[in-house]
């Protein structure tokens, strides 16, 4: 048995690096809103495969290391056939509708993708389906090998790029198959270690290996299709770098309009994921180059401020360094940035170009996340700015990767304000749209922050000013003073710029009417969009369109909508797709089964209704522990390689020991306090876990690490250990069961992991807990009337 054990922790190691680096993929190549399609892919794959057991009769008399040997083969091809195909498709998902030809293209990738999944999970199933005896070695073995699957993922991207990463996985995945075949045929072994060898130079191979065409929505399209290439390319674990030398493309968000073009300097633009861009500007030396960040907008808390403590959240290729010297204001610049790769290449790989902002003495780069930064901070800034800048988790898993952001919450604006002196500013550039929607939420977290500070009439204490397609919000703790609104005004006149709000600047528009209403409730209420602040608990800044505020009465308003919010709209679509194929995959097997009268006992029903809601509280709990712990521990993928591996390897540890329970009265008490402590655990999480954020996020990240993996292990022990049990009790019932109950929790994975987002969007991830604890508790009713009330 213990090759089997072995195989089957490598061949749940590679899946796991294999899916998590497909999302660095499809978040490329096509957009960061269907990274988390390949959860969905994935889990389908397991799915698929219990079905497949249960449809067909196959024998446990089979060889099992044959068979394991031989999936595990067709994986590793399954999965390199999958990439080059996909890579050759070029697939958009804002032209669904205007060219139903990429809807095709799309079910052609879920295609694709779902089967090497499917072998891979086939592969463990049939070892549960054979050895049921053994299952909770086998999902100790599955479980740790995912969670040290997703470990390595982060490092391997970072060192071997995309590319080498999956081709790391595939020759591990061969591997496996060498340690199934242990000493069963010479020949099989010869050509496994032939295939083997035949991956290893591939493993830092360039990206060229993997083809991926970005869709053409991408801004970064445009670069490649007037014939240019990146003149640097790179990888992390959250990201793809690319750089391109100084084009026609200029990035001033709200520039002077009379602004003289030729004095423009020149750029590199810095794509991330193909689209996000951050410009690295061009500087000499001279001291009038840079009057051109004078004429930008985000200048204006430089203007009014004089030898200032800056603080710059999201410097990226340092266009706000920039804005902040050119005022001769700052006397300390700290410029935090979350993606290391980009300072590295500003600071070393084109410092030339860049004119060294980042070696400057009055600089300090900080490799971190914005607003962990800040809560870890000990001092106070004159000024914290943060312009067009979002936290991009493409590697979290889950769809609230969608638009979650940390840095637009109530609760990250308190943290701001506690951050900046008596007379600081703190600044923020969005996007100016028609109707107002980024900027007017903006103003709703100000009004929501100062109100809970305790500071009355906080509209004298906001400025907004706007140019263009851009807006740029000036907050303080206490009310700007006449003098400050004067220079304000003076400042946009020569630019002009628009005050859109201050106080004592009467405009009849829609911020006026906001900041000056009494009951903001009730014009929340009345809004045609979905402004109201976020928090912590519910992170989405992007979200305008809930349920309540969607209206159309025709084609033209809902197609409309669409282009307005597509993210929201492929949640439903996918939500739909997953619901038909995992009701499929669940009931097909009825159809193939129905002359076997064992399968149509009456406790088969109560047990697949078991596993569902096994399935679906696992996701649940797991996304939602994902998404809390990117504030704590500071980073997206430090949350992602922290709290899934944790999760796993516990789960798996706690399924090990299930294997020393026997059947009887103790197996009945131990499912009974497990099933009802997971609810009691998660019940108590969702409470505790905002209070621990707080309480240690100031220690070092280490710390952090332990602090996490602690709080992580005894509910990762107890989530391991209801499916194993469960396994057992369907094995008596009858072993095909087993097969199906792997196929039905792996569906209902795929459900929950859509559904978990949703719920977030309306009701916030805390509600997401309650929901898994629901789900848990009927698992317990479920189990405890149909088997835990009589001995086994």
């Not at 899946?15 to 969905?40: D, G, K």
């Not at 709703?444 to 004298?460: F, H, T």
């Not at 003098?483 to 009849?508: T, V």
Request: with cysteine; hydrophobic share 50%; aromatic share 14%.
């Amino acid at each position: 048995m213990v090759p089997l054990y072995i195989g089957v922790f490598i061949i749940s190691l590679s899946t796991l690096m294999i899916e998590i680096s497909l999302t660095r993929i499809f978040s490329v190549m096509i957009w960061h809103h269907f990274a988390f399609m390949v959860i969905s892919i994935a889990m389908l794959g397991f799915g698929a495969s219990g079905s497949f057991l249960t449809i067909f009769r196959i024998s446990r008399k089979w060889d099992v290391n044959r068979v394991c040997m031989l999936l595990s083969c067709l994986f590793s091809i399954g999965a390199v056939i999958a990439l080059v195909i996909v890579g050759s498709i070029s697939f958009d998902p804002f032209q669904l509708l205007d060219e139903p030809i990429n809807i095709l293209k799309m079910v052609c990738i879920y295609a694709l993708f779902v089967v090497p999944f499917f072998l891979s999970g086939l592969c463990v199933s049939f070892l549960l389906f054979s050895v049921p005896e053994k299952a909770g070695q086998i999902y100790f073995c599955s479980l740790s090998g995912s969670g040290i699957g997703c470990f390595m993922t982060v490092y391997a991207i970072s060192l071997l790029s995309n590319a080498g990463a999956i081709m790391f996985a595939v020759f591990a995945s061969l591997v496996a198959a060498l340690i199934f075949n242990a000493k069963k045929s010479k020949i099989g072994a010869v050509v496994l270690v032939g295939l083997s060898l035949l991956c290893i130079p591939f493993v830092t191979a360039s990206e060229s290996l993997f083809h991926m065409r970005p869709a053409g929505s991408k801004s970064m399209s445009e670069f490649r299709n007037a014939g240019l290439k990146p003149k640097i390319t790179d990888w992390n674990a959250f990201s793809r770098i690319d750089v391109f030398e100084p084009t026609n493309a200029i990035y001033a968000p709200g520039l002077s309009a009379g602004y003289p073009a030729h004095k423009i300097p020149r750029q590199m633009m810095v794509f991330i994921d193909a689209d996000a861009n951050t410009p690295i500007t061009e500087i000499k030396g001279k001291k009038a180059e840079l009057d051109f960040f004078k004429h930008i907008p985000s200048s204006l808390a430089y203007q009014l401020k004089e030898d200032a403590n800056v603080c710059i959240i999201g410097a990226g290729g340092g266009f706000d360094v920039l804005t902040a010297l050119a005022t001769d204001s700052p006397k300390k610049i700290t410029a935090v940035e979350l993606n290391g790769d980009i300072v590295d290449i500003v600071a070393k790989r084109v410092n030339v170009f860049a004119g060294n902002i980042y070696n400057r003495s009055n600089v300090r780069v900080e490799h971190a996340e914005g607003r962990s930064f800040i809560r870890n901070y000990e001092g106070v800034f004159d000024i914290i700015q943060i312009s067009l800048v979002d936290t991009w988790a493409a590697a979290s898993r889950g769809a609230y990767s969608l638009a979650e952001n940390y840095l637009y919450t109530t609760e990250a604006f308190t943290d701001y304000l506690n951050r900046l002196s008596t007379d600081g500013i703190l600044t923020f550039t969005r996007w100016l749209l028609i109707p107002p929607k980024e900027c007017l939420r903006l103003a709703a977290i100000a009004v929501s922050s100062l109100e809970k500070m305790g500071i009355e009439n906080p509209e004298r204490n906001i400025v907004f000013v706007g140019s263009g397609r851009i807006a740029v919000l000036l907050l303080k703790k206490i009310p700007f003073t006449r003098s400050e609104l004067e220079k304000i005004q003076a400042i946009c006149k020569r630019n002009k710029f628009q005050i859109i709000y201050g106080p004592g600047f009467a405009r009849n528009n829609v911020f006026s009417k906001f900041l000056l209403c009494e009951k903001k409730n009730a014009f929340y209420a009345a809004y045609p969009l979905n402004i109201e602040p976020p928090t912590d608990d519910k992170p989405f800044y992007f979200h305008y369109y809930t349920w309540d505020k969607i209206r159309f009465s025709n084609f033209s308003e809902l197609f409309s909508w669409y282009k307005e919010d597509v993210s929201y709209l492929i949640l439903v679509v996918l939500l739909a797709q997953a619901v038909i194929f995992s009701s499929f995959l669940i009931l097909v097997p009825l159809l193939f089964v129905r002359r076997t009268k064992s399968l149509r006992d009456r406790r088969s029903s109560p047990l697949l209704l078991y596993f569902a809601c096994l399935g679906l509280g696992f996701i649940f709990i797991e996304v939602t522990l994902v998404q809390k712990f990117i504030l704590f521990l500071g980073h997206p993928v430090y949350s992602l390689s922290v709290v899934i591996s944790s999760l796993l390897i516990f789960a798996g540890l706690g399924s090990y020991l299930t294997s020393r329970i026997t059947i009887g009265i103790g197996f009945r008490k131990s499912l009974t306090a497990v099933l009802i402590s997971i609810a009691g655990f998660v019940l108590i999480y969702s409470y505790v876990l905002p209070k621990l954020s707080y309480a240690f996020l100031g220690s070092s990240l280490v710390q952090r690490v332990v602090i996490s993996i602690l709080f992580l292990a005894p509910l990762g022990l107890i989530m391991g250990m209801p499916f194993p049990m469960g396994l057992r009790i369907a094995s008596g019932v009858n072993s095909r069961l087993v097969p199906w109950a792997w196929g039905v929790n792996g569906c209902m994975s795929v459900i929950g992991s859509i559904m978990s987002v949703m719920i977030a969007m309306s009701f916030g991830f805390s509600v997401v807990l309650q929901f898994a604890a629901v789900t848990y508790l009927f698992a317990f009713l479920i189990i405890f009337q149909q088997f835990l009330t009589h001995d086994q």
